[in-house]
């Protein structure tokens, strides 16, 4: 600091009352003020007072107080900002959860609550802009991790080593100015990441210490080093990026040459609520990990409390909600067809590849995308609407499902034709629909993935049965009552004590009746409950009378290591998983499976090992990147970062065409 001890007071008083969970320590330098704002810092407990006997500039001072830190990451924190709670521990945070990352700066807001900067873009010509200033800092276009060109000096983390190894800010930008940007550069050219985290808010007034005004003080030296930096960075500033005010969609994302991803869905996925969100976020975190720049369309328009973050969080732009608030102000009701064009219209020429999720989003929006994108389209069926319809009628003798059903199919086909690759997640599904419509380009994806697979080596104690699912879905309901109507009195006859728990959200009614001294109905279950809850179940099942596709809950079943009876409905689109898996369809079948497994449990350990090794084989997440980098690749998209596929991922789909082929 330089003078402003006011400032610099109110500063630290931020600090103290954030009360960061990081341990830190606070190094206050003091760049030759005058005696008076001495002698109050001298008084100040809890820091580290670092005295200049001469004015050393900023860089300079920040370099010094660098040289006496002891922390594994440096906070440089301007005098003349205050920070909010969380601010220190975000960054810290973020920092620590990506080793590729080389510096992560804050939010800035004006003490009158707009934005101020949410990430800095530079331009060709050296000049450079602070993101989203002046506007409102809650839009979620400004509340995303993601990586930027630079990030204001004013509040950014750096890891110990990284600092270390580019020697600090470069004293050829002394005193001020151009040496935060640079520093950012060097991040990249180092092989690293500048990110930016608006989950750390920054209050700064800016100017104070050295004005406004770029023909004044030290402000001056702006225009000088403008022009040194520009001199320095020619080639990359040519090659990488874009000249002023061109390609924002691009450029806000450091994203020159990034494929540029957008994901349509009904709504923000909800993982902890359905199957559909989990299979769609696993696809969103696959494309991330790739190198992708993803943004999230919801047809419903709602930027949904919890949900949102989940997204922002691995970098993730949700569209819609800010992007066109004023035209629809102005327009009116325009709906999400008519909202999706407005924004297709200024940005759909940077967009590069669109998954299109379910028959009827497809149906609403398909027009909107042919007409203002020039993106391949890829249709991500989930799974056959109308097939499942149809077994719906069929199972329930209701022919007048079979109505609804054809309108399904109507919209189903419509989505083939007018999408250029069409992905369903079972070879079952894939060879339904080469049969209707053998023009379609129609693959499989893997519809699930996991990092972590627990491999059980003991049963638990108990006798405790779990059925997980979603009942906002019919089928769900349909097997919950079935089991325990027609299933679960002939394993109580002979196992008295035996416990069934029924987990999910949105229990309707005719589940929650369900419940009795022997049946627990949960409710919505937090992740780490239903791990628990997986824990300590001696058995799964999943008693599908109705549906198509793969099934969330007989992958996550194996995936916890948990011993499984199910279906041939539940056991749909897995192949080679009949050859060793537990799957009966009559009630006194399906009971008498489950008493084998309870009554031998090296019978269910075995099951259990070999539900495992088939899951780890065929949902991970190297293999849904490596089958992703290839329809990438078809859709047209740039080349992704990085050199060829890793050694898992190659692996893996060497594995899988082999077992394609066979």
Not at 302 to 323: A, C, F, K, M, W
Not at 518 to 543: F, M, N
Request: net charge positive.
């Amino acid at each position: 600091m330089h003078g402003q001890i006011s400032f610099t007071l109110k500063c630290l008083k931020s600090i103290g009352e954030s009360r960061p969970n990081s341990s830190y320590e606070v190094i206050v330098i003091d760049d030759a003020s005058d005696a008076g704002d001495l002698a109050i810092l001298r008084q100040v407990n809890g820091i580290r007072l670092i005295e200049n006997t001469s004015n050393l500039g900023f860089l300079r001072s920040c370099n010094k107080a660098a040289s006496k830190a002891r922390g594994k990451y440096f906070h440089f924190l301007n005098n003349d900002t205050e920070v909010f709670p969380g601010t220190i521990d975000r960054l810290v945070e973020l920092a620590a959860a990506h080793p590729d990352v080389g510096l992560v700066g804050s939010k800035f807001i004006f003490p009158d609550g707009k934005l101020q900067e949410a990430g800095g873009i530079v331009w060709r010509d050296a000049s450079a802009w602070n993101y989203g200033r002046g506007e409102n800092p809650n839009l979620p276009r400004f509340n995303y991790v993601r990586e930027v060109d630079y990030i204001s000096g004013a509040s950014i983390l750096v890891p110990r080593k990284v600092w270390k190894a580019l020697k600090g800010f470069d004293e050829y930008y002394s005193p001020a100015y151009y040496e935060d940007t640079d520093f950012a550069f060097r991040v990249r050219q180092h092989g690293m990441r500048v990110l930016y985290q608006p989950r750390s808010v920054v209050m700064h007034h800016e100017g104070v210490s050295n004005g406004k005004k770029l023909s004044q003080g030290v402000k001056s030296y702006q225009v000088d080093n403008h022009k040194k930096f520009l001199s320095r960075w020619a080639e990359d500033l040519q090659k990488n990026h874009f000249p002023v005010a061109e390609h924002l969609l691009r450029a806000c994302d450091h994203a020159m040459h990034k494929p540029i991803v957008l994901i349509i869905d009904h709504y923000l996925p909800e993982p902890d609520r359905d199957a559909g969100s989990r299979a769609i976020l696993a696809l969103v975190q696959s494309l991330v990990d790739l190198g992708c720049i993803v943004k999230f369309w919801p047809q419903n328009g709602y930027y949904t409390p919890g949900y949102h973050d989940i997204l922002e969080s691995i970098g993730v732009e949700v569209l819609q909600v800010d992007t066109l608030a004023s035209q629809l102000a102005t327009l009116g009701n325009i709906g999400s067809a008519g909202a999706l064009g407005l924004w297709l219209k200024k940005s759909g020429a940077d967009i590069n590849a669109v998954f299109l999720s379910r028959p009827h989003i497809a149906a609403e929006l398909l027009p909107a995308l042919q007409k203002h994108a020039r993106a391949k389209i890829a249709y991500y069926g989930h799974d056959l609407h109308f097939l499942r319809l149809q077994r719906e009628a069929k199972a329930m003798n209701a022919p007048e499902i079979l109505g609804e059903a054809a309108k399904w199919e109507k919209m189903e086909r419509h989505a083939w034709s007018a999408s250029d690759v069409v992905l369903y997640p079972s070879d079952e599904e894939v060879n339904t629909v080469k049969e209707l419509s053998p023009r379609t380009d129609v693959r499989r994806l893997q519809l699930y993935a996991f990092s972590d697979f627990i491999h059980r080596t003991k049963q638990p104690d108990g006798s405790t049965l779990l059925f997980v699912a979603g009942f906002g879905h019919p089928p769900n309901i349909d097997a919950a009552i079935w089991f325990v109507s027609e299933i679960f009195p002939h394993v109580k006859k002979l196992r008295p004590g035996i416990r069934l728990v029924i987990a999910g959200s949105n229990p309707r009614d005719s589940v929650k009746a369900l419940a009795a001294p022997d049946i627990e109905v949960t409710g919505t279950l937090s992740a780490e409950e239903l791990v628990r809850r997986y824990a300590i179940a001696k058995l799964a099942v999943v008693p599908l009378r109705i549906g198509a596709g793969v099934k969330l809950k007989v992958v996550e079943a194996m995936q916890m290591g948990v011993p499984l009876v199910t279906t041939s409905v539940g056991a749909q689109g897995l192949p080679g998983f009949m050859d060793f898996a537990a799957v009966k369809d009559q009630p006194q079948q399906f009971a008498k499976e489950i008493l084998r497994l309870l009554d031998n449990p090296r019978a269910a350990l075995a099951l259990s090992k070999k539900q495992s090794a088939y899951v780890e084989k065929m949902f991970s997440y190297a293999s849904l990147r490596a089958d992703l980098r290839v329809l990438l690749k078809d859709l047209g998209c740039p080349a992704l970062p990085g050199d060829q596929m890793d050694g898992a991922e190659a692996a893996s789909r060497k594995a899988r065409k082999s077992r394609i082929n066979s």
